[in-house]
C-alpha cells in the first residue's frame, strides 16, 4: 500500500485528490495539509511514501518547501501538481529533487499512474517535458532567457509581471523590499531588459501570468 500525503490550500482540490487517490488503486491517504508548515507536521508524524504537492501552496516558497522536504524526509518522494505550464515550474522542480511534475488537466488515470511510478523510485514527466530534458543534454542547446534565473528571481520576475508592486511582493515573499528590489536589479541585468515594462511585456509573450 502506497501512503501519500496531499498538500494544497483547496480544500474541494484535496477531496478530489483524495478520491482519485483511493479509489481501488491500493493508495492510502495518511494526512492532508493546506500549508508548508502543517505538511511537515504531517510527514513528521505520519509514515509517508508519496507527498502529493501543489506549486502555489501557502507558507513557504514552492522550492524551498521541496528542498526543506527532502532534507528532513529523504525517503519521501515528491510528485508536484500545478494548473501552471510546464514550461513554467517543471524543470525547477526536478532541479529541486521532485520526483515528478504532473498539470493537473491530466486524467486521474495519470495521477495514479505518477503516484505508482514515482513511489517505486521512477521520474515521471509528460511526452512534451521529457522531449525538453533531452534536447537540455545536447550542449548546444538554447536557453529562454527567464530559466537562467534563480528560484527567487523567477518569482520575482512573475508577481512583477502580474503588475505588483516591490512592496507588494515583499510582503509575499517575507522579505524586504531592498531585498526584491535587488533581485529585480539583477533579473533585469541577467535577461537584458531595463524597464518595468519591458519586464511587464516579457512575462506577457512568454505566458507566465498565471
Same mark, same amino acid.
Given at each position: ?22 479509489? !481501488?488503486? @491500493? ?5 492532508? &495539509?493546506?500549508?508548508? /508548515?502543517? $505538511?511537515?507536521? =504531517?510527514? %513528521? ?27 528532513r524526509f529523504p525517503s ?44 517505486? !523510485?521512477? @521520474? ?5 517535458? &521529457?522531449?525538453?530534458? /533531452?534536447? $537540455?543534454?545536447? =550542449?548546444? %542547446? ?69
Open positions: 500500500m502506497i501512503r501519500v500525503a496531499i498538500a494544497d490550500d483547496h480544500p474541494i482540490v484535496r477531496q478530489g485528490l483524495r478520491r482519485i487517490a483511493t479509489d !481501488g488503486a @491500493k493508495i492510502a491517504v495518511a494526512g492532508e &495539509a493546506a500549508t508548508a /508548515a502543517e $505538511l511537515f507536521c =504531517l510527514v %513528521a508524524g505520519a509514515p509517508v511514501d508519496v507527498v502529493l504537492l501543489d506549486v502555489s501552496m501557502p507558507g513557504s516558497a514552492f522550492v524551498e518547501t521541496v528542498h526543506e522536504l527532502l532534507d519521501v518522494k515528491v510528485l508536484v501538481l500545478s494548473v501552471h505550464p510546464e514550461d513554467q515550474w517543471a524543470l525547477r522542480a526536478l532541479r529541486a529533487g521532485a520526483s515528478g511534475y504532473l498539470t493537473k488537466d491530466h486524467s486521474p488515470e495519470q495521477l495514479v499512474e505518477a503516484i505508482h511510478r514515482v513511489a517505486r !523510485g521512477g @521520474k515521471y514527466v509528460s511526452e512534451t517535458l &521529457a522531449e525538453k530534458l /533531452a534536447g $537540455l543534454v545536447d =550542449l548546444g %542547446a538554447q536557453y529562454v532567457p527567464h530559466e537562467q534565473l534563480s528560484d527567487r528571481e523567477f518569482e520575482v520576475l512573475c508577481s512583477l509581471g502580474r503588475g505588483m508592486t516591490v512592496k507588494d511582493v515583499a510582503i509575499q515573499m517575507q522579505l524586504s523590499s531592498k531585498t526584491v528590489s535587488t533581485y529585480r536589479a539583477r533579473l533585469l541585468e541577467k535577461m537584458h531588459l531595463g524597464t518595468n515594462a519591458d519586464l511587464v511585456r516579457y512575462v506577457v509573450e512568454h505566458d507566465l501570468m498565471k
